[in-house]
């Protein structure tokens, strides 16, 4: 563990090229435990790449990704889970062909202790031999988890409960936006990365998530969220982010970003295609 | 031919041919990401067509090469317009399916219309020879290498030039942009299929001048060496395949030169290997490229499978357990334990193809690992032969996922190239490492199934043998897929990359799937050992697993009762209608596309 106040995430001129292009450049970031910070910018500002860097599923050129004191710059995205990162993806991933259940089981797959013994080379093959031969603190643990997981559930209302075995194919779209959230929580993270948690979502919607990101913050969950709905990011966040073709433009309380010419500029400087409210649905 | 300019000289002209098949190849690829399995089909048929005109018409030669262009682009341009286009909008793994059932009833067509005996096909040139320094070169190596030349002029002006060509281009770089610049997809498509099947027309007309022979079995052999240099010079990349073929052409001719003709293929396939591993983009591609493949957008289609009810499984598994106490024929015994075998070959091929999502192409090379397994210890070490055959099914498992493992950063269409591969390995390592496994002459006397020192020689006690392994193996794998594993397997065949951001490794859950997949598929080789009593490297081979793969997307994809229906579907249907063995396959081949068009979930759904 770190010092009592450093920040658990923070990030140190991360930078990311593809060809000729400079995706994120030069990133700097601190989020501090139990903290909320938003990352806003127009289209192709960067900001899913850089999420892409936090959680391993891209590494960057150059820069350093700390976590709660750690640098964990070009770990794999299996490790980072391990170590309790868990993201919610810009287009959804669910797993389209399973359940409810299972795409929110597969989020506490990295608490799976008593078929998964932590044992070195053959810990595979004692877990196929667990996995097959089921006995009762396999049978508990997987109990435990599904209580669990309703649990999680419930915090969706009658949206998901209801829908609990069909297949993640045959759900709403906001649906399934619910379906990834409730997965990230099932990990139990301790750094919740939500990548436009609310796109394709109508206003009633959207206020329901809004809600919900409150009170995860609330009880403590520390999250950094792109968000392109100004509205929530200025109610939800201790701090904004702007970027903007790969730099940060702008950094502060939502209120001052707001106001920022740099930031006005760079929305309308891109033609309003990034204006904040307009989504990109894919 | 003895210098090693007469290898190099060797090896830049088969190296030509290879890019002939190579660059159509990478043309597909490129506007469709898609590994046309049936580019060593239309190889064939030119062949065949060459063959036609030369033998029979008596054309002179110029002409024999624009008619067999043209009548392979004709099949190529049928393939995209019937076979492929109505599959747009389907997963990805449609596509993939449909060219390897195009690729089969192509095959067969040829087959029964020329029968699978070799054919002589004369080269219609002057058999003289010119030195130059230490080696020696023919007109038919000058025509392969201008032909070459010419259609890689041809092809540059094109894609450069014409407006067709830029549309083309603007395709495979981005699709969607160039879709939305009012880029005719379906002409593009169309465009690149013709000249890819004529190129590979061609090509198959030139090889069967070049070796004086033609035979059926050329088809598969083309469509990997394509597919190899293909991949190592960069999916998609035009000139990267024709470097790639030169390349592949000089490693072959080379390591015959040190080695002998026997490991000319072995060469072939641990290139790919290779490269495949250290770069799967290809060796031109900049290190860190975006994936090939789309990142989003399921692989296998979705589907609710069926439910079977509990007792209804019951009854069907009691009825099949006391059918050799009916009066039933000694035929049809037989017919179920083929059956039976298939089942345990298919459970493997649907836990692996379909639950994890790694469509392999090479599962037969894990029966013929089991099966020479087996075989060997009960013939050489005495080894009881239950234990034996348990044996083999570690052996399977064990080698066979070592020997995938490679694959296992691969996605989607790769993985199919890299087990077809690895699966031809398997089965030249079999025949060339003639110390252990006596090589071409197989292994014969190898001693019958027994149980507890009990000789099963009844086809009632073979028959209770078999069907017994196959439930148990069967109820092994439902109680895996209602298990963690099950869900994790899944997971990572629907998205791969949410499953890595949820901790899951796809090292290990590959492993483990294959591991356990290996073991049935052991097993099953292992039973026919010591029913067929006899086995040599070509017992088990790519029809089979092409045949398994036909059965699991019969039944479902994953689905374990599907995989059992399908194997008795598959080998009972043909039998109950006395149906001529070499039309079989030609209608497996037809089912396959018949599913992949209309019923892509299969009888009993994907699960
Ligand atoms: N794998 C990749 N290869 C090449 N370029 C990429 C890749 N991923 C992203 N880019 C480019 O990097 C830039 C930043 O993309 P990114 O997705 O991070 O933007 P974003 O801020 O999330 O935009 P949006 O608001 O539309 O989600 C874009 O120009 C994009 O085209
Ligand atoms: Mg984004």
Redesign the interface.
């Known amino acids: 563990m770190g010092q009592p106040h450093a920040p658990l995430l923070s990030l140190r001129g991360l930078t990311r090229r593809?060809g000729g292009l400079t995706a994120v450049d030069g990133i700097d970031l601190d989020l501090a435990k139990g903290g909320l910070v938003s990352i806003i910018g127009p289209n192709g500002a960067g900001k899913t790449t850089l999420f892409n860097l936090v959680?391993?599923?891209d590494?960057p050129d150059a820069g350093t990704v700390n976590f709660e004191g750690h640098d964990i710059t070009g770990l794999?995205?299996?490790r980072l889970?391990?170590q309790g990162i868990?993201?919610t993806?810009q287009?959804g991933?669910?797993?389209?062909?399973?359940s409810v259940m299972?795409?929110v089981?597969?989020?506490a797959?990295?608490r799976?202790r008593a078929?998964k013994p932590a044992v070195p080379v053959i810990g595979?093959?004692l877990?196929?031999g667990l996995?097959?031969l089921?006995p009762s603190s396999v049978r508990d643990e997987?109990e435990r988890l599904r209580e669990e997981i309703k649990a999680i559930l419930a915090r969706f209302g009658e949206r998901l409960l209801p829908r609990i075995d069909q297949?993640a194919?045959?759900l709403s779209y906001a649906n399934r936006r619910r379906v990834e959230i409730a997965?990230a929580l099932a990990?139990k993270p301790r750094l919740l990365l939500l990548d436009e948690p609310t796109a394709g979502m109508n206003p009633s919607e959207t206020a329901e998530m809004q809600t919900l990101v409150a009170e995860l913050k609330a009880e403590g969950l520390t999250i950094l969220l792109i968000e392109h709905k100004l509205e929530m990011v200025m109610r939800l966040s201790d701090r904004v982010i702007v970027m903007d073709e790969g730099k940060k433009i702008a950094e502060g309380p939502g209120e001052a970003v707001r106001g920022d010419p740099k930031v006005i500029e760079a929305y309308l400087g891109h033609g309003l295609s990034g204006t904040p409210e307009q989504e990109s649905a894919a | 031919m003895s210098s090693w300019l007469d290898y190099t000289i060797n090896g830049l002209i088969v190296g030509n041919v290879y890019a002939l098949v190579a660059v159509g190849l990478a043309l597909i690829f490129g506007v469709s990401r898609l590994i046309n399995f049936a580019q060593g089909s239309i190889y064939l048929v030119g062949a065949y067509i060459g063959w036609v005109a030369v033998v029979q018409l008596h054309t002179p030669l110029p002409l024999t090469i624009i008619f067999v262009a043209v009548a392979a682009a004709l099949v190529g341009l049928i393939i995209e317009r019937f076979g492929l286009r109505p599959l747009q909008n389907s997963v990805r793994i449609a596509p993939l399916l449909a060219t390897i059932g195009i690729s089969f009833v192509l095959d067969q067509l040829v087959m029964l219309t020329f029968s699978p005996n070799p054919r002589a096909l004369p080269s219609q040139l002057p058999d003289i020879r010119f030195q130059i320094g230490g080696g020696t070169i023919g007109p038919l190596d000058l025509l392969i290498a201008g032909v070459g030349i010419s259609s890689a002029l041809l092809l540059f002006v094109f894609l450069r030039y014409t407006k067709l060509g830029w549309a083309v281009r603007a395709a495979s770089q981005d699709r969607d942009a160039a879709m939305q610049m009012g880029v005719d997809v379906n002409r593009v498509n169309q465009t690149v299929f013709g000249i890819a099947a004529a190129l590979g027309g061609v090509s198959g007309l030139l090889v069967g001048m070049y070796y004086n022979q033609i035979d059926t079995a050329m088809s598969l052999q083309a469509t990997l060496k394509g597919v190899v240099a293909e991949v190592v010079g960069g999916a998609g990349n035009v000139p990267g395949a024709v470097i790639g073929s030169l390349l592949l052409g000089l490693v072959e001719s080379y390591g015959v030169a040190v080695f002998g003709t026997s490991y000319r293929n072995l060469f072939a396939f641990l290139l790919l290997v290779v490269v495949l591993v250290l770069r799967p983009n290809g060796l031109f591609a900049s290190a860190?490229q975006?994936p090939p493949e789309p990142l989003?957008g399921?692989f296998?289609a979705?589907?609710?499978p069926v439910r079977i009810p509990r007792w209804a499984l019951a009854v069907a598994v009691a009825a099949f357990a006391i059918l050799p106490l009916l009066p039933v024929s000694f035929y049809i015994l037989q017919t179920l334990i083929n059956a039976w075998l298939l089942g345990m070959l298919a459970l493997s091929l649907t836990l692996v193809a379909g639950t994890i999502g790694q469509v392999s192409l090479g599962h037969a090379a894990l029966l013929a690992i089991g099966a020479y397994t087996s075989a060997l210890l009960s013939l050489t070490l005495n080894i009881p032969v239950g234990l034996a055959i348990v044996a083999g099914g570690l052996m399977s498992a064990a080698l066979g996922t070592i020997l995938i493992s490679p694959s296992f950063r691969l996605r989607g269409h790769y993985v199919s190239i890299a087990t077809l591969a690895i699966g031809e390995i398997v089965s030249l390592v079999i025949l060339n490492w003639e110390s252990v496994t006596r090589g071409p002459i197989g292994i014969s006397g190898i001693p019958p199934l027994s149980l507890f020192g009990y000789d099963l020689i009844s086809p009632a006690s073979v028959y209770w043998f078999a069907y017994a392994v196959m439930v148990v193996l069967a109820l092994?794998q439902s109680?895996?897929l209602g298990?963690?594993?099950g869900?994790?397997f899944?997971?990572i065949?629907?998205?791969d990359?949410?499953?890595?951001?949820?901790?899951?490794?796809l090292n290990?859950y590959k492993?483990?799937a294959f591991?356990?997949g290996g073991f049935a598929a052991g097993i099953s080789g292992g039973i026919a050992a010591h029913l067929y009593s006899y086995i040599n490297h070509e017992t088990f081979n790519t029809q089979q697993s092409i045949l398994a793969l036909t059965v699991v997307i019969l039944g479902g994809l994953g689905n374990v009762v599907g995989a059992i229906v399908g194997a008795v579907a598959l080998v009972g249907l043909p039998e109950m209608f006395r149906i001529a063995a070499e039309y079989r396959i030609l209608i497996y081949g037809i089912v396959l596309l018949l599913l992949v068009r209309f019923r892509p979930q299969g009888l009993l759904g994907?699960?």
Do not use: K, M, Q
Request: proline share 5%.
């Open positions: 593809f959680t391993g599923l590494r794999s995205p299996e889970a391990a868990a993201r993806f287009l991933r669910v797993f389209g062909n399973l299972d795409n089981l597969i989020g797959h990295t799976l078929v595979p093959l877990e196929l996995a097959l089921r997987e297949p194919y045959s997965r990990l | 860190r975006a989003t399921t296998i979705p589907s609710r092994l109680r895996l298990s963690h594993l869900r994790s899944r997971a065949r629907d998205d990359i949410a499953a890595r951001a949820y901790g899951l490794s290990r492993s483990l591991i356990f994907t699960i």
